[in-house]
């Protein structure tokens, strides 16, 4: 579990966090080569739905096309380059809003006005370009690498994982979500959710409601780069709801999502959009049985959002003033051996992901 991290392991060097250079090619070599959260296959339940959403300067449409298959596109009309669509909503064509360009669900162009008078216009050529999708356990992911590996092969067993925990986890439906700008970097964000060593500290509702820290804990998962975090239900009479009826399990998934079981079943999942160096938006989202938020869930999202939520925000903005110091200068992880909620063993992870994508040589082109 520590292979590679004996002895005294520093913490990440500040410029991985502020270079605008490495966030260059954090963008490129991480989140344009990975699995990326959309949204919830419940969000599209009919043929035209669909949702748009942005991956840096990239726009992206999701829906589900006339024969009720998932597809996700670019969101940019092929003409002059105009964004398509916006928000989320139910088209039985795309038509550009600037000269009127129509596509097909699937991409096709259908229709372009005047194109009859541009000798050999030949609108089968035309064609959005389309973007690999994959759903996994009801959430829908996207990746803007064609080539890249499906999501089985790149969290391997995280999938049979879950429905051991969460047996009906595919059943549930979307049902709320709240977000919010971080002011920190990407990695400052992720960190700070991959790691409980400051829970005790700093998140008292959370130790006490939903987990027990005697058995929390946060190591690496299976072969891939998966981040598991386990824990039995609360022993504490504070518990949030009834947390009967399973254990505590996250799977984070590199490099900007998780898959989250509260203890009793309740399904929930982050995900991290960059918005630039020092800035990034955290989505936190909640899935129930029909849909429906009941009174037991509208606790549980109520206190999540108050406590834990509202108080990793303030961390996270003081870790990222404190790391553009000129008197920063990072210290060894924690890394315990027997793991435990005290273990930033899981950062070291993080860490070494990062090295291995920003730090590798790139061919010449």
Not at 216 to 225: C, R
Not at 252 to 272: E, F, K, M, T
Not at 278 to 285: I, L, N, P, Q
Request: proline content about 7%; hydrophobic content about 35%.
């Amino acid at each position: 579990m520590t292979e590679g991290f004996e002895g005294p392991v520093p913490g990440l060097p500040a410029s991985y966090f502020n270079d605008p250079d490495v966030f260059k090619q954090v963008r490129e070599q991480v989140f344009f080569r990975t699995w990326q959260y959309a949204c919830h296959v419940s969000q599209l339940p009919n043929p035209g739905d669909y949702m748009t959403f942005s991956l840096f300067e990239e726009d992206i449409v999701v829906l589900r096309d006339r024969e009720g298959g998932l597809r996700a596109l670019f969101n940019v009309c092929q003409h002059r380059g105009h964004r398509l669509v916006e928000g989320s909503g139910n088209k039985r064509l795309l038509v550009c809003p600037y000269h009127a360009w129509s596509y097909d669900l699937d991409g096709r162009l259908k229709g372009a006005p005047a194109s009859e008078t541009v000798e050999g216009f030949d609108r089968s050529k035309v064609c959005i370009p389309s973007i690999r999708l994959e759903e996994f356990l009801g959430f829908v992911f996207v990746n803007l690498d064609p080539d890249a590996e499906p999501m089985d092969r790149c969290y391997p067993g995280v999938r049979e994982a879950i429905l051991e925990l969460c047996p009906d986890i595919e059943d549930r439906k979307f049902a709320a979500e709240h977000g919010i700008d971080e002011g920190c970097n990407w990695m400052v964000a992720v960190e700070n959710y991959n790691e409980c060593y400051h829970c005790k500290i700093a998140h008292p509702d959370f130790a006490k409601g939903i987990i027990d820290p005697a058995s929390y804990g946060i190591a690496p998962f299976g072969e891939g780069k998966v981040l598991m975090h386990s824990s039995l239900p609360t022993q504490d009479d504070g518990a949030w709801y009834d947390v009967s009826g399973s254990d505590y399990g996250s799977f984070y998934l590199w490099p900007a999502a998780s898959i989250q079981i509260y203890p009793g079943g309740v399904v929930n999942n982050y995900y991290w959009r960059p918005l630039a160096v020092d800035d990034t938006r955290v989505y936190r989202g909640w899935f129930s049985d029909d849909g429906a938020v009941d009174e037991t869930l509208e606790r549980v999202i109520e206190l999540d959002r108050t406590t834990t939520f509202a108080e990793d925000l303030v961390l996270v903005r003081n870790v990222q003033r404190g790391i553009q110091s000129r008197g920063y200068n990072p210290g060894p992880l924690v890394i315990n051996r027997q793991g435990g909620i005290d273990s930033e063993l899981s950062i070291a992870c993080l860490h070494r992901w990062l090295r291995e994508a920003v730090d590798a040589p790139r061919p010449h082109a």
